[in-house]
């Protein structure tokens, strides 16, 4: 499974830097989130090619198993 933290990390280089989920009492703030994420940094995941999003999902999955091994 490929969760939107973990692409997100993949894409921008570096944790919690993405725009969603967020935190807020107003519940369409999520929605609005998610569609900034997907504007700024999904280009590739909307409109690139499978390879792309493969290398992506895969370096993805090589930085959540490193991160697991840290203390």
């Not at 994420?37 to 090589?62: M, W």
Request: glycine share 8%.
């Amino acid at each position: 499974m490929l969760s939107h933290e973990d692409y997100m990390w993949a894409v921008i280089g570096s944790r919690w830097q993405s725009h969603y989920p967020g935190f807020s009492r107003e519940s369409l703030d999520g929605f609005r989130n998610l569609s900034a994420d997907l504007k700024e940094y999904c280009g590739d995941f909307l409109r690139g090619s499978d390879a792309v999003f493969a290398a992506l999902a895969e370096q993805a999955k090589t930085l959540r198993e490193a991160a697991s091994r840290l203390p």
